[in-house]
């Protein structure tokens, strides 16, 4: 008798894939004075977490070492010195163990490492990059040339202390070729950068009062900042003149920048005279008022003068008056005033 023998297969194999234990963490960037997240927790696992370890690598601190412990009771504790800046924002029950960092600094960027102690597991851990970034402070600064025909440089644009560097340019509209720029940049032993452009041309009239922009911008910058600057060309007064403003009042007229302050020289009572800056004013027409005035114009780079001879003639006619804007020397005075005199220059009022 044949029996019917049935081939068995080999016992089938069924695989059950469970997920793998997994540390969360993650680089961070935040801006000087801002305030980091550093995030770690665990997840995937029901093990027992029996206490959370941070380390740190940082500028200030070169050498990996502990610096806060977080345990189920205690609590928070820190390692070798506190620091109010660090706040605990996980949760233990959850096996979170992020950080919070506030008032960020430069010495605080580096490598932060998160360790959670777990049972049967053992030590699970993961790196956290802290890096920090800083706007630069910025000023333009105007070198104060004055006129020539040599080139010379107007001003300097800083950008001092950026991470990463900044950059800076001009705008320099419809100046051209009259102007040209330069950039140096010099990067110190904590990262940051400083760079400094500079503008040059020759200080001409022509250019003095044009409008130009510094622009500055960087990754540590919300937006880039433009910085507005009118050329200065600075020079002492030129020639002075005295301007009639009425009969009895007159102005010292001038070209200066910075603008000239005025001084008057009186041959006459104070009580009679009014003087207000660059103005004089006769307040009475007698012939006490009679002689030489003299208008000095003077800023932080020289100073020129002006003269007017005033003469109040006698009678019923109230005054009247002749002027000129030129140089006499007091020895000559009384000369000079006779000439103006015979010459006509003078009227001569007559009693009716």
């Known amino acids: 008798m044949v029996k019917n023998i049935r ?3 080999p016992a089938e194999r069924f695989l059950f894939h469970f997920p793998a234990l997994q540390v969360i963490g993650g680089s961070v960037t ?23 370890t941070w380390q740190r690598r940082t500028r200030e601190k070169p050498h990996n070492d502990n610096f806060l412990t977080i345990l189920p009771r205690e609590g928070v504790q820190f390692v ?52 920090v970034i800083g706007p630069p402070f910025t000023n333009i600064k105007d070198n104060l ?34 102007v040209r720029t330069t950039t140096n940049s010099t990067q110190y032993d904590n ?19 044009h409008q130009v922009q510094c622009v500055i911008s960087s990754d540590a910058m919300s937006k880039e900042e433009t910085l507005p600057f009118s050329i200065q060309i600075y020079f002492p007064p030129t020639e002075v003149n005295i301007r009639a403003i009425s009969e009895n ?10 603008s000239a302050n005025f001084t008057w020289n009186l041959p006459s009572l104070q009580s ?52 000129f804007a030129v140089f006499l020397f007091l020895n000559v005075i009384g000369a000079a005033a006779w000439w103006f005199f015979k010459s006509g220059y003078f009227q001569r009022c007559v009693e009716q």
């Open 80 to 131: 070798n010195g506190g620091d109010d800046r660090f706040k605990y924002i996980g949760n233990f029950n959850n096996k979170n163990g992020t950080l919070q960092l506030s008032n960020v600094a430069l010495k605080d960027e580096g490598s932060y490492t998160c360790i959670f102690t777990l049972f049967p597991s053992g030590n699970q851990k993961t790196e956290i990059l802290l890096i």
């Open 249 to 258: 009042s007159f102005e010292c007229v001038t070209e200066a920048n910075p």
């Open 30 to 52: 935040v801006v000087q004075g801002g305030t980091a997240i550093l995030p770690c927790h665990v997840i995937d696992t029901n093990d027992d977490l029996t206490q959370i």
């Open 191 to 209: 990262d940051t950068t400083t760079t400094v452009s500079s503008l040059f041309g020759v200080p001409t009239s022509e250019i003095n009062g």
């Open 7 to 9: 081939k068995t297969k």
């Open 272 to 323: 009679a005279v009014k003087v207000d800056r660059a103005k004089l004013q006769l307040l009475s027409l007698t012939s006490d008022l009679n002689g030489l005035y003299q208008c000095e114009a003077s800023n932080a780079y020289g100073s020129k003068h002006g003269q007017i001879y005033v003469h109040v003639a006698s009678g019923t006619c109230s005054a009247a008056w002749a002027s």
């Open 145 to 178: 040339p004055t006129l020539g025909k040599e080139e010379v440089l107007f001003a300097t644009c800083t950008a001092a202390g950026s991470k990463p560097p900044a950059e800076v340019r001009w705008l320099t509209d419809a100046l051209g070729d009259k």
